[in-house]
C-alpha cells in the first residue's frame, strides 16, 4: 500500500522559510519522478516542482530561485524547500507520485501572511 504523509506546513510571515516534507512507503522516492502541487482557495491544483528519477528537477516559473525540491533516498522522503515566501504562496501543498492519476498525500496547509 502506497502512502504519502506530508509535513512542515504552518503559519510564517512573508519573507520567511519553510520546509516540507514528504515521508513516503510503498513506493521508493529513488525510482518514481516526485511531486509538489498547490490548491489555493477557489483555484485548481497546480505543480509547484517535480523531480524525476534521474534527478532532473523543474518548477513552475512562479516559484523558481525561491524552492528548491530534493528528496533524501535513504530516508524515502521528498522535501521541498520554500524561501522568500509571499502571500500568494498560501495554499495546501500536497505530495504526489504519478502525476495527477497517481498518488496524493493528505495535504499541509502554508499560510504566508503580508
Known amino acids: 500500500q502506497v502512502q504519502l504523509v506530508e509535513s512542515g506546513g504552518g503559519l510564517v510571515q512573508a519573507g520567511g522559510s519553510l520546509r516540507l516534507s514528504c515521508r513516503t512507503s510503498?513506493?521508493?522516492?529513488?525510482?518514481?519522478?516526485m511531486g509538489w502541487y498547490r490548491q489555493a482557495p477557489g483555484k485548481q491544483r497546480e505543480l509547484v516542482a517535480e523531480i524525476t528519477s534521474y534527478g532532473w528537477t523543474n518548477y513552475a516559473d512562479s516559484v523558481k530561485g525561491r524552492f528548491t525540491i530534493f528528496r533524501d533516498n535513504a530516508k524515502n522522503t521528498v522535501y521541498l524547500q520554500m524561501n522568500s515566501l509571499k502571500p500568494e504562496d498560501t495554499a495546501v501543498y500536497y505530495c504526489?507520485?504519478?502525476?495527477?492519476?497517481?498518488?496524493w498525500g493528505q495535504g499541509t496547509q502554508v499560510t504566508v501572511s503580508s
Open positions: 504526489n507520485s504519478g502525476g495527477m492519476t497517481g498518488y
Open positions: 510503498g513506493i521508493s522516492v529513488g525510482f518514481n519522478a
